[in-house]
């Protein structure tokens, strides 16, 4: 992760907030509060593409933003496994080189070094949709499905459901209820499977709250369970402010000490 030391307070925070997904590359300036601080850009995600593609693609379109508003630091959301700021998986840009990316290190150092956070993308969108009250699920609808949990405002391990079977045929959640089967299927009919996704997950996660974003929720047309909501497409950019939050992630990623055996709180 990069280290560069930038001494900041609330007001004067400048977060580089940056969506990466399977169709668009969408980034913003935004404070601690998530709000933008400058208008929204955004770019086709380049296909095929490779890490060091994505980097420079990602570098030419928020320059004008760095220029604007120069940031104090930068969250980044990917639509894969993310780990400890690594790319372990990335199903929309391809298996071959992209497992173990330091990609947000790659990236920081491009723009001078900026401390940098990297998750998933859903969990990035979630920090920005959920009330911190209770068991919060995350599904959102782009160009795949991605899924996030939180525990009373805490970010939990990552399940990458997007992956695991959804009916007889071993269909996946991706290609149940992605872009490319909604294009396939109408958008009737995807309805449908989003329902009946919404059925599943409320069995087997017994949320207290699901929250529905991506492209794809202003889609949806079925009538949506109490507990359940859409959220803004621009809450993928906009939950980059709670990744710099003290409680936001787990502990065991942003407070390693805390959680030894003989390691104390700071």
């Not at 420079?56 to 379109?61: G, T, V």
Request: net charge positive.
């Amino acid at each position: 992760m990069a280290t560069r030391k930038t001494k900041v307070t609330s007001s004067t925070e400048r977060i580089l907030a940056i969506d990466v997904g399977g169709t668009g590359l969408k980034a913003a300036i935004i404070d601690a509060d998530g709000k933008m601080k400058t208008e929204r850009v955004r770019v086709a995600t380049p296909h095929p593409c490779t890490p060091d593609q994505l980097v420079d693609a990602l570098a030419k379109l928020v320059a004008p933003l760095v220029e604007q508003e120069p940031p104090t630091r930068m969250s980044i959301g990917f639509p894969g496994v993310v780990r400890n700021n690594r790319i372990l998986t990335a199903p929309h840009f391809g298996v071959e080189g992209w497992h173990d990316i330091a990609l947000a290190d790659s990236l920081a150092q491009r723009l001078g070094g900026l401390p940098v956070r990297m998750i998933n993308d859903a969990e990035m969108q979630g920090f920005a949709a959920i009330s911190g009250q209770g068991l919060e699920f995350v599904l959102t609808l782009g160009t795949g499905a991605g899924t996030a949990m939180f525990r009373d405002g805490e970010l939990m391990p990552h399940l990458e459901l997007a992956h695991h079977p959804v009916s007889k045929k071993g269909v996946a959640y991706d290609e149940y209820i992605g872009d490319a089967a909604r294009k396939k299927v109408g958008n009737k009919r995807w309805n449908r499977r989003v329902q009946k996704v919404i059925g599943i997950l409320a069995a087997l996660v017994n949320y207290d709250k699901l929250w529905i974003g991506g492209g794809n929720a202003a889609r949806l047309t079925i009538d949506l369970p109490a507990n359940v909501a859409t959220v803004s497409n621009d809450a993928g950019i906009e939950g980059g402010a709670r990744l710099w939050h003290a409680k936001s992630m787990r502990e065991t990623r942003q407070l390693p000490e805390a959680n030894e055996r003989t390691g104390r709180f700071k």
